[in-house]
């Protein structure tokens, strides 16, 4: 039988999407071969990628992102881009309640997509000579970060999760540990100040020694803001909009300063794994929990238009872009490359070439957004029920058919139909690895 207590070794609470993960590998590998989701991966090993195919096809995008919402979930949005192309599309429901249609154009919680964001102001301040990548942590808050990890510690290591720091999600949110969610419901109105949930972070067990190995963290991140703060003098999110927002023009992306979304935008379902049935609705939440490291709303064309400008050199010199997408690699369980994690971002290796973007996700939304190395070839999505896999006896997610379709959406939106439709073979080595941004668990190795 399942408990929370004995599945902390293998699920520790992060909230990210279920979706990319599982998606993406059941969209390439066999259902009797599918193995326990992964945070994003789907890597091609020695084997020749073919390039996206060429032009939108509307229809098929249509038809398979009306699968999704035929699989069960509520609702989803999303915009594709072949260069000057674009197709957006919606399913589904952004209201249970009352039938409200989901629209392309709605604002949604992205969660851990919020990390680029972030990453790309640190290194505007590196740039400028503020801020030392590879210069110890302690230098800067050796308060926060104080003693041997201050020391050993170093910027870079935050910004690509090789800290060793643990996560502070499940000590903000205890209850999940005793297989209730009532603290999800306890803390919607709750602020956290960003120290609160360093030490959170810092007292939980660690994950490696600095620089060991990859491990993510949303603790990383919330430092991250704090940095920047200390660093400028000027509120973290505040410099995050001026610098990175504005400067990519977007429109509808913004940290909320309420815990109500300033625009149209859909209910958001959690279900916590069949522990919230039926799933709640938590759209309105005081998102002071997550700050730099999870905390935006935006939208599909906001998210795309994000990784173009940053993609093609807008955003940041090109020296720090390069640091930017200088990655390591994310073991699987076997000792397996099955993706690689830069500054805020990750590539995945998929039919058609390599994949730049991030997953993310809080209590009741997910978001994923992905493009080619030039920013050609994006797309970025929203949903609105999160964690509706169930957990076995053994502590693994079960995978859900949500999951396969999603997977299929994807690939047709970056690869084009062929790569799809492409199902017989698994495309290389594809293995259960620790999750990245914020929405499923993060699965961890058993002792």
């Known amino acids: 039988m399942w408990s929370p207590r004995a599945d902390r070794r293998r699920a520790r609470v992060t909230a990210t999407t279920a979706g990319l993960a599982m998606a993406l590998m059941a969209a390439v590998v066999p259902a009797r071969a599918a193995p326990v989701p992964s945070p994003a991966a789907v890597a091609v090993s020695g ?120 996560d502070y999600v499940e000590g903000a949110f205890p209850s999940l540990a005793r297989n209730s969610a009532a603290s999800l419901e306890d803390n919607r109105f709750r602020h956290r100040e960003p120290g609160e949930l360093v030490r959170l972070g810092l007292e939980a067990a660690p994950t490696g020694r600095p620089g060991q190995k990859w491990s993510y963290s949303n603790t990383n991140y919330i430092i991250a803001g704090m940095l920047l703060q200390t660093i400028t003098g000027e509120d973290a999110e505040a410099l995050i909009t001026r610098d990175v927002i504005r400067r990519a023009g977007l429109r509808d992306t913004y940290f909320p300063r309420s815990p109500r979304l300033a625009g149209p935008h859909p209910k958001m379902y959690e279900a916590y794994y069949g522990l919230i049935d039926p799933p709640r609705d938590f759209s309105v939440y005081d998102m002071s929990w997550a700050g730099t490291a999870a905390a935006l709303v935006s939208t599909t064309s906001d998210l795309n238009d994000f990784y173009r400008e940053l993609l093609r050199g807008r955003l940041l010199p090109a020296a720090q872009l390069r640091e930017m997408q ?89 690869c084009g139909t062929g790569a799809a439709q492409r199902r017989d073979k698994p495309l290389g080595p594809l293995a259960p690895l620790p999750r990245t941004p914020d929405l499923a668990p993060v699965l961890a190795r058993r002792p």
Not at 106 to 125: E, P
Not at 343 to 359: E, F, K, M, S, T
Request: a positive charge; hydrophobic letters at 40%.
């Open 326 to 414: 200088t990655t390591v690699p994310v073991l699987d369980e076997d000792g397996n490359t099955s993706m690689y994690y830069g500054l805020g971002v990750y590539a995945l290796d998929l039919p058609c070439g390599r994949i730049w973007g991030h997953d993310g996700a809080v209590f009741g939304a997910g978001t994923a957004v992905l493009a080619t190395a030039d920013g050609r070839r994006q797309v970025s999505l929203g949903q609105n029920l999160m964690k509706y896999q169930k957990i076995s006896a053994e502590g693994r997610l079960e995978p859900h058919r949500i999951d396969d379709a999603l997977g299929a959406f994807y690939l047709r939106a970056l």
């Open 47 to 166: 084997r020749t990628a073919t390039a996206p195919a060429g032009g939108l096809d509307r229809e098929a995008l249509s038809a398979s992102l009306g699968a999704v919402h035929r699989a069960g979930m509520y609702g989803a949005m999303a915009e594709v881009r072949d260069g000057g192309q674009e197709w957006r599309g919606a399913t589904g429901v952004a209201d249970v309640a009352t039938g409200q249609p989901m629209r392309p154009r709605f604002q949604h919680r992205v969660g851990s997509a919020t990390k680029a964001f972030t990453a790309v102001a640190v290194l505007q301040q590196v740039a400028r000579g503020r801020i030392g990548l590879d210069a110890p942590i302690g230098r800067y808050l050796p308060e926060t970060v104080p003693g041997e990890r201050g020391r050993s510690i170093t910027v870079r290591m935050l910004l690509d999760h090789t800290s060793g720091i643990g």
